[in-house]
């Protein structure tokens, strides 16, 4: 008999490619850039190691630009993930103290609002110097997410640099201070944790491209079911002018925007409170109609 043990063959896990698809400078840039896709966001201090980390994710040189002088990125940069089609959105670094008053401002105003306001971030991986204890930026930067229901993809850069104990200390510092999810170490000189952290994105990616499909059938479903009854009992409910009824897609309407988790849920509850309402009132008609015929 033949050893299938012998026949087996691990599964090599193949790295995604990496495409620079647009340079980005204004919020509006930001909130209209690749709106059917999924968003991670990258975000850091301005030395924490975030272009070389990219490069090494690409396994590419040159496709992020590496200065010796931090701070010096000053756009966006949205990249393609290839070939599972959601993209990496390259944050400019905060922290850094040699720029302007004025000009740190503004691009932490324009981090700000594209983290809350974008409609298609899905979460943020925030980097994390593994050299170092959790500094006073960092833990600003996870605060914010928390506050915002952001969800964080924390990576400890630079492991490479740190013993297994100094990892595991900051780890445990972190994991206190991000209770959902353990760090990840990685290091872009050595490659080391680059294959478990592509895993962990794509996870997330398809995750909620997932959770975004599953509750928007859910809704046209119980749509559907409600729909004749709603109209039995309330004559008055007419179709909106853009030919919409309870969150349906019109033909000739462009596909929506990829949305968080965050809204999706909202908008479900929100969806089977009015449908709630709706049965409530058909009880309270039929109730009143039964009472009438009684009464004659």
Known sequence: MQNTENNFVREEFIFPQLILEETLY???????????????????????????????????????????????????????????????????????????????????????KYLVECENLIAVAILLDCRLEPQEADKIMVQFALAHNIPIIPILTKADKCTQKERSERISQWTVLIPRGEPIAVSAHSGFGLRELWKKLIAVAEKAHFNHKQIKEDLLENTQEEKSEIIQVEENITVSQDNTFLGQETQNEKPKKIRTKRGAVAREKEMQKKLAQDKARKKAQEEKSRAKHKKK
């Open 26 to 112: 204004t919020l509006a840039q930001l909130k209209n850039a690749a709106p059917e896709n999924a968003h991670i966001a990258l975000a850091g201090r301005s030395n924490v190691g975030k272009s070389s980390l990219i490069n090494a994710l690409a396994k590419r040189k040159q496709l992020a630009k590496v200065s010796a002088t931090p701070g010096k990125t000053r756009s966006v940069n949205l990249y393609r993930v290839d070939p599972h089609d959601f993209f990496l959105t390259d944050l400019p670094g905060y922290g850094y103290a040699k720029r302007s008053k004025s000009e740190r401002e503004l691009w932490a105003n324009l981090i700000e």
